[in-house]
């Protein structure tokens, strides 16, 4: 096959796949109603594809048929699903130099955060492995003389959707558990990611020997999310996207009476408290608000430093920021690739800018070649400024000093986003307590807010979602099953009438 990047390899993850321009329905490749939309490098502008796209239509078709597919996988034993889990994890780790490859072009990840995404996808599969023969009931008393039982069953069909930026890692972390726990699966990917994020996903598991229709790919923009969540065959929707987006979603399911696990933006604070290291907070903040260009839902957006530290913390981290290279990835050794697009790119100009009119300092970057925006370091910002209210989802740090705990408290908490928290002291004990009067679903002392793993429930609060709802046996049995209450009399009751 010929690779994306002009080489040739005689076997890989979609050779012999007839996906181009196509959406998988049914078990096998078609075209949608939608037509096909162009994958676009944003580093160069260069077509590395096309995608199929759905229309309702399709998603109607594709759920009708994965209820029916979702019977015969859930009554499929445990170790068998268990099988397939395993192998997926296998086929990643297989594959992971060719989907390591689309994940630097198609979505612009520097190869730090390219690996990473492949580590987590993998170990998203084998955590989800475990989950078919995990306990899924108990034992309840009864003041009859019955077996009292609370059952978890699938909960049918699953409606995923994920966003453009980190698409294997927002896509499998509901699309593993939900398989594994006997759910079929609608997948509807971003469509300018829509190979990472889709069309890897789906081969990974059609070679695993994952039934037919039991994982659908209905690409497609908000007309198919709308008809996923209205479908009556899906019965849980799983997203991942913008605030705004995620009301829509939840609002929609809402009015259908079915369950939506909403994760959705941040503004992450990070605190630097007076007994800290700059230099060592310093690193971690260039990871936390540049990794990716800053286009992650956990990015440090706020930095919050005590008065004490901070000229020299902002020196530094102006510094660093100064110093980071920008470019494609795929080509050059970089430590920030391109925004995903030029309507991302003038989002984030339009914050800074708007920042800097409300008197922010720019110490560094704000200036864009591009899609390739600079590193940018707003220094005295105000806390109303819009940089520093909103979700920015781009490569800027706006930082502020605090005087005393209660005021970085009071700053930290001024924000509807509550996803992740980051504190940096010299006394993990009282970054800890500081931690619990900051509500936020995450909480890292000692380390920066960008952080993964596949055992761990994630989720935030506020504005940032409905709670740690993926992750984690638990989380995921209770986000993927419904729960039965079932009862057994050895002989037939008796009652008054």
Request: proline share 5%; with cysteine; charged share 20%.
């Amino acid at each position: 096959m010929t690779m994306i990047d002009g080489s040739t390899a005689t076997t890989g993850l979609l050779d012999g796949a007839d996906w181009s321009g196509k959406l998988f329905l049914d078990g096998r490749w078609t075209v949608g109603h939608g037509g096909d939309v162009p994958v676009i490098e944003p580093a160069t502008g260069a077509e590395l594809g096309r995608v199929g796209i759905a229309a309702p239509e399709d998603v109607a078709r594709a759920a009708a048929s994965a209820a029916e597919a979702q019977k015969a996988w859930a009554a499929t034993p445990h170790p068998v699903r268990a099988a397939v889990l395993r192998k997926a994890a296998q086929l990643y780790e297989q594959h992971a130099d060719e989907v390591m490859g689309w994940n630097i072009r198609e979505v612009g990840a520097v190869p730090a955060l390219a690996g990473f995404a492949l580590h987590v996808g993998a170990a998203e599969c084998y955590e989800a492995a475990a989950l078919p023969s995990h306990p899924l009931g108990s034992i309840l008393s009864s003041e009859e003389p019955r077996l009292s039982l609370a059952q978890r069953v699938p909960a049918g069909v699953v409606g995923v959707i994920s966003p453009f930026n980190v698409p294997i890692i927002l896509g499998i972390r509901a699309v593993a558990p939900a398989l594994a726990l006997g759910n079929a699966v609608l997948l509807k990917p971003d469509p300018r990611t829509a190979v990472t994020g889709g069309v890897t996903m789906v081969r990974i598991f059609e070679e695993a020997g994952l039934p037919a229709g039991v994982l659908q790919l209905v690409t497609g923009g908000a007309d198919v999310g709308q008809a996923l969540v209205e479908d009556p065959h899906v019965r849980v929707v799983a997203f991942t996207g913008s605030t705004r987006a995620g009301r829509i979603v939840g609002e929609l399911a809402g009015r259908h009476l079915k369950r939506a696990h909403l994760e959705l933006g941040g503004n992450s604070a990070f605190l630097i408290l007076e007994d800290a290291d700059v230099d060592q907070a310093v690193n971690l903040a260039a990871w936390g608000s540049y990794l990716h260009q800053g286009q992650i839902c956990m990015t440090v957006g706020r930095h919050i430093v005590h008065e004490s530290l901070y000229d020299e913390y902002v020196e530094k981290l102006a510094a660093k920021a100064d110093s980071m290279a920008v470019g494609n990835p795929a080509t050059d050794h970089v430590h920030l690739g391109p925004i995903i697009d030029e309507r991302q790119r003038d989002h984030i100009a339009e914050l800074v800018e708007g920042s800097i009119a409300m008197g922010a300092e720019l110490r560094a970057g704000g200036t864009f070649d591009g899609l390739f925006y600079r590193p940018t370091v707003l220094a005295n910002s105000p806390i109303d400024a819009p940089a520093f209210t909103e979700e920015v989802f781009g490569p800027v740090a706006s930082v502020t000093s605090f005087r005393t705990d209660d005021e970085a408290i009071e700053i930290a908490t001024a924000s509807e986003y509550g996803l992740s928290l980051g504190i940096v002291t010299a006394d993990a004990m009282r970054g800890l307590e500081l931690a619990q009067r900051i509500p936020t679903g995450i909480v890292h002392v000692n380390d920066q807010t960008v952080n993964d793993e596949a055992n761990t429930p994630f989720g935030g609060t506020g504005s940032s979602g409905t709670g740690g709802r993926l992750g984690g046996a638990e989380a995921n049995i209770e986000a993927f099953t419904e729960t039965r209450w079932i009862t057994v009399r050895r002989t037939p009751g008796t009652f008054p009438f």
